[in-house]
Each structure stands twice: as structure tokens, then as C-alpha cells.
């Protein structure tokens, strides 16, 4: 792989944040939204960073995690600036705007094309539903780095938000959702069949946390499975759920999960450090 040095990543990190920077003077709102979107980037740079020491990383592959991380969103200041919200389908995919921005920009040109491409092809997949089949071994993985280290923020905004008490509401954060009772069926039966919920069977604020829980089936690493277990993630989205039958059943169901895949992976390393 081609080497990346540690000035250049300075070099984009300190472009980033002048970047940022312009989206501040705005109204209120702006600059509060451009800030949380600032942290978020931040805190998933460190979230990356551990995921791939936990990996045995090299220099080389965590720094080309952490330009993912730190670019993922780029998109997200010129949407909110442009749109007022953070919700795709009322503006456009904040993840091809990323990689338009980044062209623009053409803050990547020093760049070799194999490599520039590379990282377009993660940040497009960032938000997707599922990866693409037709991808090479290396844009897989560092997308299922970003994936994960995205995941493990956007859990603990929304947690912490849920939680809040006499919280406003922030649209920003909810896809404006109306917060009515219940859940919807198709929810419930997405997640009792182990799969990722379909943003189509989401009709409530409720659904949307139900649809937040069911990321764990899309969890790649054994790291990230450690965290949202000692983080009490999980936990902390059920308090904010009603408590029904369903809703215990779900959780009782996503915790097996969760141990079962924690106690795979600990045997798989043993049997590797057997051998
Ligand atoms: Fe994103």
C-alpha cells in the first residue's frame, strides 16, 4: 500500500477544521449544529484509531483509517447550510456530497488516483444499508472500519439525547419523527429476524431507536462489540423504550446475540494462539 505520512495527515486535519471553521458564523443554528458534527468527527477519529489498534494496525493503515474518519462527514456542514437539516432523503446523500466536496476541493490531489479513489469509495459507503458484493479485500475492510467507529459515536449522541432530561427536541438528531406510543410490527419482526431494520418500516421515534439497536447485526469487530457491551449502550436504549413484552423479547434476543458473537470471537483468537 502506498505510505502516507504523519505530516500529511496534519496537513488534511488542519484543512479540516479551517473548513469548519467558515460554517461558524452563521446564525445559531449553524454554528450549533456545525459543532456537533465537528465532535462527531472528532470523537470517531479516536473511535477508528482504537479499533484499529485492537486490530494490530500498522502506522500506515491506521492513518489511512483515520483520513476516512476525519472526511466521512465533510458533507454534513454544506447540507446543513444548504438544507437546514441532517436528514437525507428531505436533501441528498451526505456521504456523495462528502466526496463532492473533497473533489471540489481537491484537497486529496497530492494523493496517487489508486489511493484518492480508495478513500471516495469508503465515504460512499459509509452510510449505505449494506456494502457493496463487488469490492476489492482492502475498500471492504476500511469500510468496515468507518462503519463500526461511526456506529459507536452515533450510539452515544443519540443515547445521551434520549436521555437528557427536559431535553428541546432537535430535529437535527431524529429524522423528524413523531414521538407517538409504540412501535411498528414490521420493526419488531425485522430485528427478531436477526436483520438490520428497513428504514422504510420506520414510522416513529421508537422505531428509529428499535432501528439503532439493530445495527449490532451490522457490527464487524470485536472491538466494537466489547465497546457498545461495557458502554451499556444497548441498555441504555431499552430505558427509552417502552416496556412491553416485545421490547423485552427484542433486547433478550440482541443481548444473546451480542454474547454469542463476544464468546465466537474469543474462541476463534484462542485456537489461533494455539496454533
Ligand atoms: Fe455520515
Known amino acids: 500500500?502506498?505510505?502516507?505520512?504523519?505530516?500529511?495527515?496534519?496537513?488534511?486535519?488542519?484543512?479540516?477544521?479551517?473548513?469548519?471553521?467558515?460554517?461558524?458564523?452563521?446564525?445559531?443554528?449553524?454554528?450549533e449544529n456545525t459543532i456537533l458534527k465537528e465532535n462527531h468527527t472528532i470523537r470517531v477519529c479516536n473511535e477508528i484509531e482504537d479499533i484499529g489498534k485492537s486490530l494490530d494496525l500498522n502506522s500506515n493503515k491506521l492513518r489511512l483509517a483515520e483520513i476516512t474518519a476525519l472526511f466521512h462527514d465533510i458533507g454534513r456542514f454544506e447540507q446543513y447550510a444548504r438544507y437546514q437539516t441532517f436528514v437525507d432523503s428531505k436533501s441528498?446523500?451526505?456521504?456523495?456530497?462528502?466526496?463532492?466536496?473533497?473533489?471540489?476541493?481537491?484537497?486529496?490531489?497530492?494523493?496517487?488516483e489508486t489511493l484518492k479513489n480508495l478513500i471516495f469509495r469508503i465515504i460512499k459507503y459509509h452510510?449505505?444499508?449494506?456494502?457493496p458484493e463487488k469490492e476489492n479485500e482492502t475498500c471492504l475492510f476500511f469500510s468496515k472500519l468507518?462503519?463500526?467507529?461511526?456506529?459507536?459515536?452515533?450510539?452515544?449522541?443519540?443515547i445521551n439525547y434520549y436521555h437528557e432530561k427536559n431535553s428541546r427536541r432537535n430535529s437535527a438528531l431524529e429524522l423528524d419523527l413523531p414521538d407517538t406510543a409504540g412501535f411498528s410490527n414490521e420493526v419488531y419482526q425485522d430485528l427478531m429476524?436477526?436483520?438490520i431494520v428497513d428504514i422504510?418500516?420506520?414510522?416513529?421515534?421508537?422505531?428509529?431507536?428499535?432501528?439503532?439497536?439493530?445495527?449490532?447485526?451490522d457490527i464487524n469487530f470485536d472491538a466494537t462489540l466489547n465497546a457498545v457491551r461495557?458502554?451499556?449502550?444497548?441498555?441504555?436504549?431499552?430505558?427509552?423504550l417502552?416496556?412491553?413484552?416485545?421490547?423485552?423479547?427484542?433486547?433478550?434476543?440482541?443481548?444473546t446475540y451480542l454474547s454469542e458473537k463476544i464468546n465466537e470471537e474469543k474462541f476463534r483468537q484462542k485456537k489461533q494462539n494455539e496454533n
Not at 94 to 102: D, E, G, N, P, R
Not at 242 to 255: A, D, G, L, N, V
Open 1 to 31: 500500500m502506498i505510505k502516507i505520512s504523519d505530516q500529511c495527515v496534519e496537513k488534511l486535519k488542519k484543512w479540516f477544521f479551517s473548513y469548519v471553521e467558515t460554517f461558524k458564523h452563521g446564525n445559531n443554528v449553524l454554528t
Open 92 to 112: 441528498e446523500n451526505h456521504a456523495l456530497l462528502s466526496v463532492k466536496i473533497l473533489e471540489n476541493k481537491g484537497i486529496l490531489n497530492g494523493f496517487d
Open 127 to 131: 452510510n449505505r444499508a449494506t456494502l
Open 146 to 158: 468507518l462503519r463500526d467507529a461511526d456506529k459507536l459515536d452515533i450510539w452515544k449522541v443519540v
Open 193 to 195: 429476524d436477526k436483520q
Open 200 to 217: 422504510r418500516h420506520v414510522k416513529s421515534l421508537n422505531d428509529f431507536k428499535l432501528l439503532q439497536v439493530g445495527w449490532i447485526f
Open 230 to 240: 461495557s458502554r451499556h449502550y444497548l441498555e441504555m436504549i431499552q430505558a427509552v
Open 242 to 255: 417502552p416496556e412491553t413484552k416485545k421490547i423485552q423479547e427484542i433486547f433478550h434476543m440482541i443481548q
